[in-house]
Each structure stands twice: as C-alpha cells, then as structure tokens.
Nanobody, 126 residues
Framework: VQLVESGGGLVQPGGSLTLSCAASSRVDFYVIAWFRQAPGKEREAVAAIASHDGSIYYADFVRGRFTISRDNVNKMSSLQMSSLEVEDTGVYYC?????????????????????WGQGIQVTVSS
C-alpha cells in the first residue's frame, strides 16, 4: 500500500486546512492514522480511525479542533484542521496498519503501523 498526502501549506493562526491521504490499494481492514513531527521533536500521533467500527481517537491537543474521516470506497482519509495554532506546525504523515490490534491501546504507537506516506508540511504562521 502506498500512501500520498496532499493539502498542506501555509496558514495563519486560527485558520483551517484539510489534509488528504490517498491509498494505492484497499485499506478497509487497516487503522488509518495521522501523525506529525515538528522540528527537533519526536513524531506524535494526532488522530486515528479504526476499520471495523469506525471508532475515532484524538490526541488531547487536537480534540475539538481536528476531525479525521475515511472513505474506504475511494481509498481516502482526510484530516480537517481548524483553529490552527503555531504549535501545530510540522510535517504531517498518514499511516495505515493495525490489523487485529486493540486499537484503543495501540493507535499512538508509530512503530506498529505498516505503511506510511512521505509526509506533507503544514506551517501555521502570521
């Protein structure tokens, strides 16, 4: 499975941006997640959506501001980001994995994902 992110760019604080992740093949059975990495920091989990029941998980720092979704028919995932803050700046990655996982416990563990996109830059700055 190849994943390709799009939709990044420069946005002012308080603005909105929507990231998309396109998969090369079916991802129905995978957990889809978004991670980000700021300069000098470790990669961190932002949000994930399960395959079997569509359960959604968010990091506390984005809860209420970001919305993750998936479209299995079109092999896509989106991350809608609003009320963006300077601290949201970083490279955002789409990831897929987690077949048979206990999703609630594992979704933040980057090493457990099988497939990754190349990442896309999001810069929040005035």
């Amino acid at each position: 499975v190849q994943l390709v992110e799009s939709g990044g760019g420069l946005v002012q604080p308080g603005g909105s941006l929507t990231l998309s992740c396109a998969a090369s093949s079916r991802v129905d059975f995978y957990v889809i997640a978004w991670f980000r990495q700021a300069p000098g920091k470790e990669r961190e989990a932002v949000a994930a959506i399960a395959s079997h029941d569509g359960s959604i998980y968010y990091a506390d720092f984005v809860r209420g501001r970001f919305t993750i979704s998936r479209d299995n028919v079109n092999k896509m995932s989106s991350l809608q980001m609003s009320s963006l803050e300077v601290e949201d700046t970083g490279v955002y990655y789409c990831a897929a994995g987690g077949v048979g996982w206990p999703v609630a416990r594992m979704w933040t563990v980057a090493n457990e994902y099988d497939y990754w996109g190349q990442g896309i830059q999001v810069t929040v700055s005035s």
